[in-house]
């Protein structure tokens, strides 16, 4: 079973001010996932504190497998996801965050100003997802097919050859 967190974070959404569509595709997709079951989520304004906060208490006392987050991964001043991630995690994995952005530069130039990171806390990998549904359904098709297997090496470790 793969346990996930889905954290949307955004000014607006927190307010309720804003329909939380990103993180409704994003529950949507990964029930695709065999044996992947959504445990919590939540709705958080743009502040790196609450951001890291939040990450830190799924990873380390609720455990979850998976968080993805949405939102606050762009250019603007308070898109700060990806510092508050930085300050959380122990491992970047470069190689999931790179395939984000090179799908999203097939639909669109502005794909190049995502920033999201992705990394490992423990035995919780957490991806920043950028704030569009369009731009999560598109990401998220890219790396669907690696999660599981992500979310194993960490949990179990590698197997043998």
Not at 34 to 48: M, S
Not at 135 to 146: D, F, Q
């Given at each position: 079973?793969?346990?996930?967190?889905?954290?949307?974070?955004?000014?607006?959404?927190?307010?309720?001010?804003?329909?939380?569509?990103?993180?409704?595709?994003?529950?949507a997709m990964?029930?695709q996932m065999?044996?992947?079951?959504?445990?919590?989520?939540?709705?958080?304004?743009?502040?790196?504190e609450l951001?890291?906060?939040?990450?830190?208490?799924?990873?380390?006392?609720?455990?979850?497998?998976?968080?993805?987050?949405?939102?606050?991964?762009?250019?603007?001043?308070?898109?700060?996801?990806?510092?508050?991630?930085?300050?959380?995690?122990?491992?970047?994995?470069?190689?999931?965050?790179?395939?984000?952005?090179?799908?999203?530069?097939?639909?669109?130039?502005?794909?190049?100003?995502?920033?999201?990171?992705?990394?490992?806390?423990?035995?919780?990998?957490?991806?920043?997802?950028?704030?569009?549904?369009?731009?999560?359904?598109?990401?998220?098709?890219?790396?669907?097919?690696?999660?599981?297997?992500?979310?194993?090496?960490?949990?179990?470790?590698?197997?043998?050859?």
């Open positions: 079973m793969i346990t996930i967190g889905v954290l949307t974070i955004s000014d607006s959404g927190a307010k309720g001010a804003r329909e939380d569509t990103s993180g409704e595709t994003i529950r990964v029930t065999h044996g992947a079951i959504i445990e919590t989520g939540a709705i958080v304004p743009d502040e790196r951001i890291e906060v939040t990450l830190r208490e799924w990873s380390d006392e609720k455990s979850l497998n998976l968080i993805l987050t949405t939102g606050g991964t762009g250019l603007a001043p308070r898109d700060v996801t990806p510092e508050a991630t930085k300050a959380v995690i122990e491992r970047e994995a470069p190689g999931i965050a790179e395939a984000m952005r090179a799908v999203s530069l097939q639909h669109t130039p502005f794909g190049m100003l995502s920033r999201g990171v992705v990394g490992t806390r423990g035995h919780t990998l957490i991806v920043n997802l950028p704030g569009s549904p369009k731009a999560v359904k598109e990401c998220l098709e890219c790396i669907l097919p690696v999660l599981p297997h992500a979310v194993n090496l960490l949990t179990e470790g590698p197997k043998e050859h």
